[in-house]
């Protein structure tokens, strides 16, 4: 049995089932000793089954009972609720974190297992997106247990080590495009739930699907990538790459840029999220060089994709604003899945919602739960 211990939160997801089929190929890295779920209880008990963690979470209690049912094994703490995730991460042993929930949900969880110096293997962006400058000033954040899963995040961290946070000039962020990149202002007004779930390149949670087609996807990416290099906003690029096989380009003051490329599969930063420093062999595909291998790119269009100029603008303006862009955006996309409203209403209830709400308080995690919550409430109000 491997004696470091890993805590997947957000076990059943996209990001949390992948990581477990790494775990499942190689159990030698890591004890599989906390799985949490929301809803899919079903799901969670095989897994749970499988891997026998001494720790269980639902945090939607509702299922309570049900879930017990399919559980073969009484794992040492069954838990259930939301509350449980914070618990546990304030006090239960383990190495690492893999934080693979999904929303500011994941926010608490982040910057608990940093504040006790517990490494974070992050794919949850929303943390650092609403709490940067809260988590950038942990002292474990700074002495580097956080470790990014994004594609891009994770192609940034390579390129730039060994090297110096001077020398960097701009970091090009590369984004798919989403299905709509090509769409007409017309045609945007047409689309459906069903056109926004189906994404080109990557199979993710409906949420991320969402807000890769937005575009808000490398919004919140730029404001993450802003807090883990300290770099400013203006000095991060979107560039469209409909192949997504660059994940990130980082350019250096001499006019050198390194790139980190690959097929789009989310297995390679998450195994380099789990290994980190080290590398551990893997079976992932790689690139066929000699095989017309086509990497186009194209620029970005702002005025298509009003998410990611909104995005870009609450960095920009920094404090609450991003948490408010974050909630506003948590809500539409919810709304937009239950066909309450129209895709191209997303962006208005965010634009809105940032335009109400302002706070001059400390940025704490208390604070930033009431203005998450008074977002949500206002974002809702203007559907009523
Ligand atoms: P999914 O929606 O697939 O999974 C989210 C996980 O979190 C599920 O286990 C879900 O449980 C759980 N969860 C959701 N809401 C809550 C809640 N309120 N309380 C407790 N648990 C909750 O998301 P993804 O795996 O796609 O994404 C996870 C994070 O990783 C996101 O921040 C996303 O932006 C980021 N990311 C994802 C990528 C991808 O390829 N999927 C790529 C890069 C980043 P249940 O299943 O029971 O609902």
Redesign the pocket.
């Known amino acids: 049995m491997p004696e470091k211990k890993i805590a997947i939160?957000?076990?059943?997801?996209?990001?949390?089932t992948q990581a477990l089929d790494i775990l499942k190929k190689k159990p030698n890295l890591y004890q599989v000793d906390v799985l949490?779920?929301?809803?899919?209880?079903q799901?969670?008990a095989e897994q749970a089954n499988l891997f026998q963690p001494s720790c269980v979470i639902l945090?939607?209690e509702a299922h309570k009972d049900e879930f017990r049912k399919y559980l073969n094994y009484s794992p040492q703490h069954l838990e259930f609720g939301?509350s449980a995730?914070e618990e546990v991460a304030a006090n239960y042993e383990y190495d690492l974190l893999l934080n693979?929930?999904?929303?500011f949900?994941?926010f608490m969880s982040t910057y608990i297992a940093l504040k006790r110096k517990k490494r974070v293997a992050l794919?949850?962006?929303?943390s650092l997106v609403v709490g940067g400058e809260i988590i950038t000033k942990l002292p474990a954040f700074n002495e580097g247990f956080l470790v990014p899963?994004?594609?891009e995040h994770s192609a940034m961290m390579q390129c730039i080590e060994g090297e110096s946070m001077e020398s960097i000039q701009k970091i090009i962020i590369t984004a798919s495009g989403g299905p709509f990149w090509e769409y007409s202002a017309e045609q945007m007004k047409e689309i459906t739930v069903e056109d926004a779930l189906k994404h080109p390149n990557?199979?993710?949670?409906?949420?991320?699907t969402i807000?890769s087609s937005t575009m808000m996807?490398k919004g919140?990416e730029i404001i993450e990538a802003h807090w883990l290099f300290t770099i400013p906003v203006e000095k991060i690029e979107p560039v469209i790459h409909p192949q997504s096989i660059i994940h990130s380009i980082v350019e250096f003051v001499d006019g050198s840029s390194k790139a980190q490329l690959g097929p789009p599969d989310?297995k390679v930063p998450i195994i380099y999220a789990l290994t980190y420093p080290d590398r551990e062999p893997y079976p992932n595909k790689t690139l066929d060089y000699s095989n017309n291998l086509e990497l186009e790119f194209r620029p970005v269009d702002f005025e298509k994709f009003p998410c990611l100029r909104l995005a870009m603008e609450s960095a920009e303006e920094g404090g609450f604003a991003p948490a408010v862009l974050n909630a506003a955006n948590e809500i539409a996309i919810e709304r937009f899945l239950s066909k309450e409203i129209h895709y191209i209403d997303i962006p208005k209830i965010i634009e809105k919602s940032l335009e109400k709400i302002t706070s001059n308080k400390e940025l704490t995690p208390a604070s930033l739960m009431i203005i998450d919550k008074e977002t949500r409430n206002y974002a809702n109000s203007l559907l009523r």
């Open positions: 939160f957000g076990a059943t997801g996209s990001i949390g949490t779920a929301n809803n899919n209880y799901s969670l945090a939607n939301q995730l693979s929930l999904v929303g949900a994941g794919a949850n962006k929303e899963v994004d594609s990557w199979d993710m949670g409906s949420k991320i807000d996807n919140l989310m």
